[in-house]
């Protein structure tokens, strides 16, 4: 069941593009505006591939971690809602587990009220906020969440969003102080050293949006992951992360992705 609802309408700022809206678009969505939908055709081709292999790698994994018994979620930059959704994925195979979802675009608590259609048994909740706070996402996640048993941190093509004058290793470090063992990072970001030329006109427009990005080294991405046991295979490409699904068409990537486990 739905453990709240969004309340007063929020507001939208049209004139500026939002990595979620642009993410949207890039996933053939409808809830994004001429000003998001400008920086997505500017984008190369590649950037589509980009986002359905993100989503494609979220969907796995959350089915993965729900089949180990996984049944709490905590998933900032949670972005529009496109079917299926993580709580979707999760409660398939886990009819009681809980998802708290977090994202910092009006547009996407708009739209919050897809992600409260909880199974009966399990629960969901929506928080607006920003991962630059985490320690009031946490706050909030604990009136939902148990914090004395595993959760599974979701953090899907965000982090590549925080530059490193932002701190995001110790952004991530402070959200995962917070999770009892046992918890899982799941984590996809973009790649520097995959396709560098196709990476820096990505950065290069979305900087002329307004929109600061800081794609990362394979060796920058693992720093995230420091300490914690990698699940196989490791840290591979989006369409390379697969457990017990049939393995997914080979194709080019530019995107990071990796599950470990909190000993």
């Known amino acids: 069941m739905p453990t709240g609802t969004p309340t007063d309408p929020p507001h939208i700022d049209t004139s500026k593009a939002h990595p979620a809206r642009v993410y949207d678009w890039l996933l053939g969505g409808k809830d994004n505006y001429p000003v998001d939908e400008a920086v997505g055709e500017k984008l190369p081709p ?10 494609q790698f979220m969907q796995r994994a959350a089915a993965w971690l729900a089949g180990q018994g ?113 918890s899982y990072l799941v984590l996809s970001h973009a790649a520097s050293d995959l396709h560098s030329e196709l990476a820096a006109q990505v950065t290069a427009e979305y900087a002329r949006a307004g929109i600061r990005l800081g794609f990362r080294t394979r060796d920058e991405v693992a720093r995230f992951f420091g300490g914690l046991d990698l699940v196989e295979p490791g840290l591979v490409t989006a369409p390379e992360w697969f457990r017990t699904t049939p393995a997914p068409e080979p194709e080019s990537s530019g995107i990071y992705a990796g599950v470990a486990r909190l000993p």
């Open 70 to 182: 996984i049944d709490q979620f905590l998933d900032i930059g949670t972005g529009i809602p496109t079917e299926p959704n993580l709580h979707q994925i999760a409660q398939a195979v886990v009819p009681t587990a809980k998802v708290v979802y977090t994202d910092n675009d009006p547009i996407v608590l708009r739209h919050a009220e897809a992600l409260l259609i909880s199974s009966r048994e399990g629960a969901t909740d929506y928080i607006q906020g920003d991962v630059r706070d985490p320690g009031g996402i946490i706050r909030h996640a604990r009136g939902v969440l148990d914090f004395e048993r595993p959760i599974a941190l979701s953090l899907i093509a965000l982090l590549h969003f925080l530059p490193e004058d932002q701190d995001p290793l110790g952004i991530v470090g402070e959200l995962r102080s917070a999770l009892p063992s046992g």
């Open 46 to 55: 590649e950037a589509r591939d980009a986002a359905r292999q993100n989503r």
